[in-house]
Structures are given as C-alpha cells and as structure tokens.
RNA sequence: GUGGGGAUCGGUCAAUGGCAGGCCGCCUGCCUUUGAAGCAGGAGACGAAGGUUCGAUUCCUUCUCCCCAUGCCA
C-alpha cells in the first residue's frame, strides 16, 4: 500500500468521525474552455483515484457556467482525454448547465430568506464599494430592497429585460469582511450570450461560486478536491451550502501541478495554438494531454507520473526529468526494439559479397521474452549513424574510428579501413571489413569490441520521417519575464527537427500511427497520424539515457574555479574557501554551495573527485 | 497590526516527541551484443529565534520568506 497523502487522511477521519457515510463520492469539474493538460491529469488521477481507493464513484461534471468562453469542441476533447487515460465516470456525466433551473429556484429562495438582493451598481461601481485588502467594503444603495422587488427584478433579469450588466443578483453577506469573496458576491449576472447547451434559454447565468458547491450538493458529493486558489472560496462554499439547507460536501484544496519548461496556463496554450507556435493542441510539444498522446506517452505512464509527485499543499515545481522516466520505465517494458538511423553515413564491407543478403536475428523485447524474434537483413552496403564515427577520436570515446574493430548489433564485427571524403573534405562513406566468424556477434576467438553500434541495410532501408523535439522553452520558468518582457521570448526556437531522411529496418513497414518503438541506442519513437502508405512519419518521445552525452555536456572544470554560496557546485571534488583558513568541504556536482560558519563564502575547487 | 495557506536532501513527496525515508537528479562501482536497462554503493535536508520537555523537525510563541485574495472568469 503506497502511502497515503493529507486529503486520504482527511477522508478517512471524516468517515470515522461519521461526518460522512462512506462511500466516497468525488468529481472532476473541468470548465470546457481548453484541452486538458497534465496539470488536469494531477486533478483525474486524485479524484478517480480517491473513488477508487475508497470503494466509491466518481462523476465527471463540466462547469459551463460562462457561455462566453466554453465550447462543445473542449467538451468532446475532454472526455476523450480522460477516457484515455483510463477513467470511468459511467452514467454519471453532468453539466452544471443540467441544473440552472434548480440554481434559479435556490437564488429566489434566498432573496424570500433575504439573503440576496438585485444590484444595480455597474462592475466599476462594484468595485469602488467593495474596498480594499486592508478596508472594510461600503453597502450597495440596492441592499434593503424589498423583498417582492427584488423578486420581480431578479424575473425580469431572467425574462431578458435588462441589457448586460444593468443589474446582478447578490449575496448578502459582509461587507466588512476579511475575506473579499464574502463582501456580497455576485450570484447571477446578466449576459446575452449563446451556452453551448442551453442555447439562448437563458440570459442570466450563476457565477461560479453559486454553481459548484450547488452542484456538488445535488450530486451527492462527499469530498470536493480542488486547487489552492479555491481555499478563500471555501467560506462561500459553505455559507451558500449552509444557507441553501442543502447536502454539504467538504471541499479540500491541494497545489496544482507546475512543470518546468514549460506552461500550464489555458490562456497561454491557447495563445501559442492561435498564433501558430505550434501546430494544434494535440502538438506533440504540448503539455496537453492530447499532445502527450501524440507524442507517443502513454496513459500508464502518466498516471504513474502523478502517483509519484504526490500530492500537498505546498507550491511546488516539478523537473521535467520526472516526466521524462516515467514514460522510459514503462516503455523499456513494452515497446519492440528496432534499428534505425536518423543521420546515415554509409558503410560498404569490401569483403562481403556483392548482391548478397542473409538475415540476422535480433531480439524484440530483451525485457519481454513473449515479444519473440524477428530477422534484419544484411548487405554489403549499409548505413550507421554518423555519431558512431570518429575520424580522430577523443580517448573516451567507444565507437568506430579508422583501424578500430565494432560490432554491428546482431551481425558481425566491422573494421573500418578508411575513409571516403568529397572535395570538400566531408566524409562521404566508410571502407570497411567484416569477420564472418563473428556473425551474430560474437567472436569465437574470445575477443572484445568496446562498442556495439545499431545500422541499416542501404538497400533494404525503409525511409522516412522523423521529427526530434525538444523543450518548448528555452527557460525553467517561462512565465519570469523581465520588465517590457513577453513569455513568447522564452519560447525555444529549436523545439522541433524534422530529420527527413531517416533509414530504418524494414520490420517498421507498415507501422500504424500509433505504435511505439525503441530505436535501439536513441530512444523511443511513435508513429505519427500524419504517416501516409508511403511516408511513415514517427516521433520521438523521449531520448534513452545517455551517460556519454551527459560526461561530455558537462566538462570539468579546472583546479581553482571558484563558487559562491548558494550557486550551483561545478564539480564534485574538495573545495577550500578563499582566503586563509584551510577549511575544506567535499560538495557534489549540481548542489548549491554551502556556506562557511554560517556566511556566505567563496570556494575554490582544491581537488577533483 | 487585512485575511487565508505554506516552508523537510539539488527537485518532489513521506514518516516521526527519541537513528529523518522513498522517488527524480547527481556521483562511484559491477554487469552488458543498446554508453540503454539492471544490480550494488555514495554524497545530500528539518527557514530563524525563543519556550515546554530528560529529549522538539514534530507541541506552543514570535519572526522571516513564499503563494492566494482587490472579475458581473473558473
């Protein structure tokens, strides 16, 4: 059992102090105004989850209180979204559009309990008298309005009488109080507008905070989870629940998710959608899910995602590497390995026959026995990654180099006798030979490659389309922005590659979108819905791990560089502070330096580790 | 002298009035027909000050810093 968080805990006091009869009963209310995005999957996951946890249900309700911004578009996207990620909601899909007359006849019975009034002050007008943070708000002219007039009024306001804006219908709460959300909130305010549903049957339509505790009641809901910004709504929540008699649910507030790198704001994914800085919703740059699920992500791994991030009540980022492992972890387990070349140097073996092939057998899933064998035909002429080739390699690196002996993954060993340029001094193609004793790749003379490098046979190579993609800003946190700034300036103009002319294994033809794969040594790759019979168009997930790349992003930096407190330590080893003293301290790479008797300092590297 | 919420390894989430644990990342080693995966090991934290206590990261007080709230958005 994983261990729980602070909302399980609640629920679970909750029932055994009996102030809530099991089972639990949860919903997620996304507005339809968007495409979800893993920020919402965080909010799916706990809900369904907390149902399923407790042995109860829970409902999917959209909150399409405001016509203006919501359409039936985002509402199909949604439900496909979460399905996908593997939600049952049953029978229990709810709008809160569903309940606007019920709303209508608990706002007329709170203006017959005098709890509510019509206002006539315009939105500016409202905002003066509500004071200030430190303040108390003044009265509205409108709040000792008679009841019956009132009652009139708030009809008329439904009938279509009154413009935009002429008149809203209030709570009557404090205009003294601390908390700015119960200094006479607005329940219903007048809007000529199209809902996606109900069509013009109404022009009066209830604010947030007169729907969702409404509609949690009427649904039956125990706990009602939702984000920080909701936690000064509560107090509302409640008096509107406490007024109204009616079932009252617990709403609990936990911190949304943020992921550096990129945005989770619905105004700005839409911004970088409209102004074409991606190519759609579902673009696999997207923190959406949609984008996710093109991407090649699969609902697994994102589930696993937000089990392992937790949940609390503290504002917190998340590094984009926790993303990244979770969908490896769970496609290392299930996803074919296959050989590809995303940049093709070509090699000719100069000892192996001339229009010969044979077949090689190459193992799946190393991972999953049941995956079987498949076979790769060889040939004279092939390609390997230009990566794999050095002409004058540095001493730590492994692969192919003039005179220097590989192995071609499941074939034979290659030694590289030269090398082919063209007038301009680019290698053109590589002068090899192979060791037929080594087929299948070991050497019956017991003797050791330091390196085993992926390829594709030139005349069976299948081409196609790959597109690589990368961080979609270039900042860790793109929404910091400078004075006279933009976000847009963080964008990453590199987030996309499209390799054209990738080569891989025949075995892919024939890939439906979709399908996911390894290529061996360079990551994951999915088949992109753009693929056509004759173009097979993939992306890349997520890159493998690579521990060489890494050594060789990050240099060492030499004996004596310096670092001051609270910056980020250069390189693991001992470090001296500056100065006199001789006082040391041994500090990894990437943590901050420490301070030196409880004041900042500065370090010098002493020795390297 | 606004109200509400928050603060634990580099990041994130736990537990606990008595050795502070997991995951991601980092480092080292082993293994390897993927420089992958796997395995083993390592470095690394309780925002500050008081108080209660035999003992406080945990309970209390004060302070500091961060977030939310001044829509007829959600």
Not at 257 to 283: C, F, I, P, Q
Not at 533 to 552: G, H, I, M, P, W
Request: aromatic share 10%; net charge negative.
């Amino acid at each position: 059992m994983k261990s729980s968080n602070f909302i399980e805990t609640a629920v679970e006091e909750d029932f055994a102090a009996g102030r809530f009869t099991p089972p639990i009963h949860t919903r997620f209310p996304p507005e339809p105004n968007g495409y979800l995005h893993i920020g919402h999957a965080k909010s799916i996951c706990l809900n369904f989850g907390l149902a399923e946890k407790f042995g109860g249900k829970c409902n999917l309700r959209f909150d399409d209180t405001n016509p203006t911004k919501e359409e039936t578009e985002y509402v199909d996207s949604i439900q496909n979204d979460v399905r996908w990620l593997g939600f049952d909601w049953e029978d229990r899909l709810y709008f809160a559009s569903d309940y606007f007359e019920t709303l209508y006849e608990y706002a007329v019975k709170l203006i017959k309990a005098g709890k509510a009034f019509v206002c006539d002050l315009s939105p500016e007008e409202m905002r003066e008298y509500r004071g200030t943070l430190k303040e108390p708000g003044r009265n509205s002219p409108n709040r000792d309005r008679a009841v019956d007039e009132n009652l009139d009024l708030f009809s008329r306001m439904r009938a279509g009488e009154f413009p935009d804006g002429a008149h809203s219908l209030r709570a009557k709460i404090d205009m003294a109080s601390p908390n700015l959300n119960m200094r006479d909130p607005v329940m219903y305010r007048i809007l000529h507008a199209t809902h996606h549903r109900t069509g013009d049957a109404w022009c009066i339509y209830p604010t947030y905070d007169f729907t969702h505790g409404q509609s949690d009641s009427i649904e039956a809901i125990t706990h009602s989870i939702c984000t920080l910004e909701f936690e000064n709504h509560r107090p509302l929540y409640d008096w509107y629940c406490r007024e109204l008699g009616i079932h009252h649910p617990r709403q609990i507030e936990f911190a949304r998710l943020n992921l550096n790198y990129t945005m989770m704001s619905k105004r700005r994914l839409l911004a970088l959608v409209k102004e074409n800085h991606v190519r759609g919703w579902d673009d696999p740059r997207m923190p959406t899910i949609s984008g996710l699920r093109r991407r090649g992500y699969t609902p697994e791994s994102i589930r696993n995602f937000c089990e392992r991030i937790g949940v609390a009540k503290f504002n917190s980022t998340i590094e984009f590497p926790v993303l990244e492992q979770a969908i490896r972890e769970d496609l290392n387990k299930r996803a074919n390995r296959v050989m590809g070349v995303l940049r093709p140097l070509k090699v000719v073996i100069e000892n192996y026959r001339e229009g010969e092939t044979e077949e090689l057998e190459a193992v799946n899933n190393p991972e999953d026995e049941s995956a079987g064998m498949r076979k790769v035909p060889f040939s004279r002429e092939l390609y390997i990654e230009r990566d794999d080739f050095m002409e004058e390699p540095p001493k730590k690196f492994f692969r192919l180099a003039p005179g220097r002996e590989v192995r071609l993954r499941y074939a034979y060993f290659i030694k590289c006798e030269s090398v082919v340029k063209n007038d301009a001094g680019e290698i053109t193609e590589l002068r090899c030979t192979y060791d037929p004793e080594t087929r299948g790749g070991n050497a019956p003379d017991g003797r050791k490659v330091k390196a085993t490098i992926h390829w594709v046979s030139a005349q069976h190579a299948l081409k196609s389309e790959v597109r690589l993609y990368d961080l979609l800003f270039k900042t860790a946190d793109p929404g910091d922005v400078p004075e006279g700034g933009d976000w847009r300036d963080n964008l990453n103009p590199n987030s996309l590659e499209v390799v054209s002319d990738a080569q891989l294994e025949p075995a892919l033809a024939g890939a439906a979108a979709g399908e996911r794969f390894q290529f061996e040594r360079l990551g994951y790759f999915t088949v992109d819905p753009d693929s056509t019979d004759d173009n097979l168009v993939f992306n890349r997930t997520v890159a493998l791990r690579d521990s060489y790349e890494t050594k060789k992003k990050q240099p060492r930096v030499p004996l004596g560089t310096k670092a001051r407190t609270g910056e980020k330590c250069p390189e693991t080893g001992v470090w001296k502070v500056s100065g006199d003293t001789a006082d040391t301290v041994s500090v990894n790479r990437g943590a901050k330096m420490p301070s030196h008797n409880d004041k900042a300092a500065t370090w010098e590297l002493h020795e390297i580790t």
